[in-house]
């Protein structure tokens, strides 16, 4: 049996683990800080983000405004306890990262460059050209190199949590390259493992995007908030789903239709003009533009092609001078993966499923209910982001959030002494649920992609940007079925090194659970709010859903949801108003 | 009838043999694809014991490296339309251990990513309230090196590397450059005396092998000429004043 010991384990090692990391290495240095990773650090999804993080920097704006737009972006779900805290640590978290290194864009006086983006009132999106996420991710892993006390487990799989005593004491993982089993008992855990955008067929998300963090711990019975809000981003490239970063619209792109108009004008999202206005037509916020799209294609004025309709993105009359300097990452996805160049053509664009804003239930603190475990960022579920996330504030959220979790992390950690006994039986059992399910399953029959594809398919017919009481039902139906058949899984890989297919099963048994949660607090939430559209139920009703819903796993069948209010502090709910 | 192409791939499963082989597989033509798709319909349809690192598909991540036909590339970023019509030959990177099939062993960079001090060494650490100014020169002065995404493409095409596995190598050389250049950072002198025992180094011949292979344009042979020549100044700097302080 193989046993390691740490102060406080990471689960999980893109922007919000690193920051984490960071932050109990400076709350106590001497703390050993485990990080495990399914990946090496620097291929972490965060490395995708393109656009910018906002935060309040410039005389112009205030903490105020940068509220505002969040809690109106996210029609009024977010708690706004920790929206003000997010507006108020956001420069804070910001500057730390441009002292580590970070090569944010810049004016001509040296001062950081912001940008306008989607759903903000005021130009505040720091942007590092559009390879935001990649710059951030890499600064944050380079400094992490230089704390001593962190010891990485790269390419490692967690597999379960530790729980003993009512307190999370670690968790269980498999080593990738070796197979072998490894208890990492730790006095704190942080899970930082980012999103769940593979349950659907068509997402910008990469391919380790499949919310193992959410199910380790909704299987340890934490609760997973706000599930059914699941953002479909405008501007995907068909086939591969690349992300095209709002950040184009920004810098004054247009959205087109198959008559060369600009259709957003007829969705309540303000009126054309040549230079982009904030909180108005192509800058308003992603829920309303994706759904403008399904509107557009129900009209007949969206192009069809061989991977579904398509409107275009038209960002040729910004020049290549700006192209280049501002978006150079759209001009090489563009000219790599769709053979064209949009200094010259129009890029093809549809909705894309790109961000959970549901996630594991945390308060402000980053405390789940399970004493010494927390969570941060696209995992957890705070929530500023309520129904709708605004574009360039997930990326300030995983680094003032994941501070927030290592801090009280290490704080936490330091005062508990020792381990429960127990966590031995739970290593065996869970080292002998592996073998027995997985490598050295014989009579199974059923691929592991055929399952996947099912799942991918009910999800994107049932629970897509329209849902209704009926096509989620059948979803529910449809996963809980192949729930059943993954139980016969064929698994042609009984080899312990490296066995990518082992981890492509436990990966799958993790979105099938993420995809219950995700359904089923569709199916109780009967209103539509931000991206949560039900088109039985087409209004947004706070008399009885202004609530967080909690999803909680069941022995079998669906999960129980329940209900928590939100948190209101001084932004009574209101109309959400664009362009007007 | 669809076209077909075929990939021959090499395998290697040490549980299995000690040798390893090259294994055929006909897939359907897609002029969409890209090798990964590839790979990833043989994983899923035909053999689930192929053995790959990939994820975000979009030349970001750095994770898919391969040699195809000779040559490392990103596997997201090419397309099966450029080798037809076949057989294309995918290999793990070359000049790295092979942990399984196209898996191969990279903690060798890890380590020495850290010998670089890749993070940003001042003796002031600055306001919590203002960023560092820097304009944009000063950015565009040390910006293309910090573009690498670790892909390991340049060790597997560099030919010090092969011979020399202690030579720090191209990507963790730009990267020291990066921070040595950033106008925020004073750690300069401590970076270089990291590398002055590598003789990996001035052996690079600058035959520029490893930027012509980078997909992201990072050019670390220009980075390693330009550690030479102030590498070799510091050096007479040392012999003529030796009691010069140095941090």
Redo the contacts between chains.
Sequence with gaps: MSIVQCDVLIIGAGGAGLRAAIAVSEANPQLKIGIVSKVYPMRSHTVSAEGGAAAVIKEDDSLEHHAYDTISGGDWLSDQDAVELFVNQAPKEMIRLEHWGCPWSREQNGTVAVRPFGGMKMKRTWFAADKTGFHLLHTLFQTTLKHENLLRFDEWFVTRLLVEDNRCQGAIALEIATGKMTAIKAKSTIICTGGAGKVFPFTTNAAIKTGDGMAVAYRAGIPLKDMEFVQYHPTGLPFTGILITEAARAEGGYLLNKDEYRYLQDYDLGKPSSKPVLRSMELGPRDRLSQAFVKEQEKGRTYEGEYGHFVHLDIRHLGEKIINSKLPFVRELCIKYENLDPVKEKIPVRPVVHYMMGGIDTNIEAETVLPGLYAAGECACVSINGANRLGSNSLTELLVFGAIAGRNAANYATQQNGFSKGLEAQYKNEANRIEQNFLKKKEGKVKIADIRKAMNNTLEAGAGIYRTETSLKKSQEDIQELKERFKYIKMDDSSITFNTELIAALELSCMLDVAEAVIQSGLHRRESRGSHQRTDFPNRDDEKFLTHSLAYQKEDGPPDIKFKPVTITKWAPGERIYGR | MKDLITLNVFRY????SKEPTYQEYEIPYHK?WVILDALNYI???I???L?????????????CGMMVNGKPVLTC?TFLESYTPGPIRIEPLENFPV???L?I???DF?EK??KV????IRKD??S?????????S??AD??QY??C??CMLCYAACPVYGLEPEFIGPAALA?AQR?NM?S??EGKNQRMKALSHDTGIWQCTFVGDCSAVCPKNVDPAGAIQRYKVEGASNWWKTLLLPYASKD
């Design positions: 499963q040490p549980e299995k969409d994983k899923d349809q053999d689930g014991s053995t790959y690192r990939w994820s975000c598909r979009m030349g970001v991540c750095g994770s970023a942990i399984r099939d898996v062993d990279m903690s890890l990513l850290k001090k890749p993070w940003i650490v600055g919590e309230d203002r960023e560092y100014l820097q304009t944009p000063q950015l040390y910006k910090s573009m995404i670790n990267l921070y950033d925020r950072d």
